[in-house]
């Protein structure tokens, strides 16, 4: 569905983003040198009518923080795409790399940008099943 005021793809069939904010994610005590409070406004504005970004209690990560969990779109789903957990999302450039790749069409439509591998981590079935259920 596209919107008829931007020309964009409408929020409620775009992608959706999760960004961890619990326990470790988001506390400067766990991962210093990193405007957590900044990160979900900035992503938010990065893709503001794009795709929903929201925070989340703790996804039972840790060791990963900070953790984003980015869903396909249903035509994502429907071309194979499946939810990407990405974490050690500490720096400005990789929150770029993530709203660029979203922009595009996110899993299942676009590629994500390279450098995005290196955040890629699989998580177990009890943790997934938690976010996706």
Not at 23 to 46: E, F, S
Request: hydrophobic letters at 40%.
């Amino acid at each position: 569905m596209i919107s008829k005021r931007s020309g964009r793809p409408a929020v409620e069939s775009s992608c959706r983003i999760t960004v961890c904010r619990g326990c470790c994610c988001g506390d400067p005590r766990k991962v210093p040198g990193v405007d957590h409070a900044g990160q979900i406004p900035r992503l938010r504005a990065a893709l503001a009518g794009v795709a929903q970004v929201r925070a989340s209690d703790c996804l039972d990560v840790c060791d990963q923080a900070n953790v984003v969990v980015v869903q396909p779109s249903p035509a994502g789903r429907a071309a194979g795409g499946r939810p990407v957990w990405l974490g050690l999302v500490n720096d400005d450039e990789a929150l770029e790399d993530i709203a660029a790749w979203i922009r595009a069409g996110g899993p299942g439509v676009a590629e994500p940008p390279g450098v995005l591998d290196l955040y890629a981590f699989t998580v177990s079935r009890r943790v997934r099943e938690a976010l996706e259920g």
